[in-house]
């Protein structure tokens, strides 16, 4: 097994990419602190990993919250003795809003979630890691980090500063044993559309997006993006850092 004897902490754990990751993860052996904000899916997951033999530890709340965030990777180190692999992958998307529209509340709670989480919880990982011998930070980004046209200005400039946060960590730390790498999916099918309920989607930047879309040449499913993570989350990447890896069947060669 891959992830023997490695603790990880994955965020945004209780459906979707999160939950596939999880899953992976606990299965190759590593011990699991899986954080969502709903509590409910977060029970139901954590249920179901348990009866499949996993080792998992539940967490629940908002990532954007500091204490929240940085209570993760103590966990994991209070809970299982240590931290190997941090898993960055709680997100929202925003409404659709190019700059002119952009409301002031959809900005603060998409950079909340998407950016200011992963940096509190990458700050704490890193301080135990320099500390404990690496390892490795894993950044679930977009196709919007790498393009404009994939959402709004609020999800597109948080997964971009998600990409940039993940360049500078990797070279920050390149040498110390700690690794950081950027998944960026494109077309995959999850429930992130819950965060963006219709009645508040700007119709004019859903259709500049639904013109980017309609580009991509397939999708992919969360176990797809799950099979990268543990790549990058194993041994096997040892000499991979820095990475912003396109997982879009192709929609980045656009």
Request: with cysteine; proline share 3%; net charge negative.
């Amino acid at each position: 097994m891959q992830l023997q004897g490695k603790v990880a902490v994955v965020t945004g754990a209780a459906s979707g990419m999160g939950l596939a990751i999880a899953t992976r993860f606990a299965a190759e052996g590593a011990s699991v602190v899986a954080a969502d904000w709903n509590a409910e899916r977060l029970e139901t997951a954590i249920t179901t990993l348990k009866a499949n033999g996993g080792t998992i530890t539940g967490a629940q709340g908002n990532i954007a919250d500091q204490g929240t965030a940085e209570g993760l990777i103590d966990t994991a180190i209070n809970t299982y003795g240590r931290l190997d692999v941090l898993c960055n992958n709680a997100g929202v998307m925003d409404y659709m809003q190019g700059v002119g529209e952009l409301a002031d509340d959809v900005w603060r709670r998409v950079l909340g979630i998407n950016l200011d989480g992963p940096m509190f919880t990458s700050r704490r990982a890193v301080q135990y890691m320099l500390a404990h011998g690496g390892g490795s930070i894993i950044n679930v980004a977009s196709t919007a980090g790498i393009h404009g046209g994939a959402a709004g200005a609020a999800y597109t400039s948080s997964k971009h500063a998600l990409v940039g946060l993940t360049r500078n960590t990797a070279w920050m730390y390149a040498g110390k044993g700690i690794r950081c790498n950027a998944i960026c999916p494109g077309a995959t099918i999850t429930n992130i559309a819950e965060s963006m309920p219709a009645d508040k989607v700007d119709p004019a930047g859903a259709a500049r997006a639904q013109a980017f879309a309609a580009l991509a040449p397939g999708y992919l499913q969360p176990a797809d993006i799950a099979g990268l993570a543990l790549y990058l989350a194993s041994d096997e990447s040892r000499n991979i850092n820095g990475a912003i890896i396109p997982a879009d069947a192709g929609w980045a060669a656009v």
